[in-house]
């Protein structure tokens, strides 16, 4: 076990891997006590939605939680994408609840109009949080994690420097250089901008997972389960469990619970293809 006090490493996440690829053909998946999954921001081109949509058909759960950011209004409000494939996973989960699969919906910041329509709809409850009780008798607080962006240092200038702006910079590189030389400065290296960010991407990771722990110390939980910075983990704080199911953007995760109420990390490989350079953490 962990000693108290100070801040355990974060432990390698024992993922699991994709189930054989004849499971698809079944038609009943395997069965599970209770899914997570979280920032699958549908209607942006980067969504996953194909890797999302055979996960959701590999588990057959009792129960699914949806931690946020299912659908990026932000983003449709700029630019309207939704292909077909973005229906067929709202129609996917919309099934598995006419079927009687409890869906909890905790509404993230990128979808936070859907936290206007509160309540319960048959099967589908839109709640703000949730406690989740675990078949072996643990309480873990359901946050989409978004509540933390104003306790944790950094957020808003991770916020909006994501990959895209590290790609722009490379492309601005040698320009940026030809002023500096104009005016006298020295060089600007692009390679140590990139690994300071990449430290403070490690640091904002530390400092959000530890502000979450601390945040769930009120709610009197033994675990807390979020999203937002689309990084999946699971690590022990001193007296609470942090599990992150990450995202179906860049890195397509989840969290399972078992029959036994052992929780497990899911990783699928991205079906499309991801073109940027991932140098720091995208905050969802
Ligand atoms: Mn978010």
New binding site residues.
Partial sequence: MFATGGLPRAPELPFAGVPSASRSHESEGRSVRTAWIS?VHLGTRTSNAQALLQFLRDYDCDKLYIV??LIDIWSLRRWRYWPQLHNDVIQKILRKARKGVPVIYIP???DDFVSTFDGAYGNISIQTNAIHETADGRRILII???ELDTVVQNVKWLAYVGDIGYQFLLALNPAINFFRRRFGLGYWSLSAYAKQRVKDAVNFIGEFEKAVARYAEKFSVDAVLC??IHKAAVRQFDRCTYYNCGDWVESCTALIEHHDGSIEAIHYPAFAQATSVQVAAFI?
């Fill in positions: 920032d946020g950011d993230g910041n990128h989409h994690g978004h999203g937002h969802g």
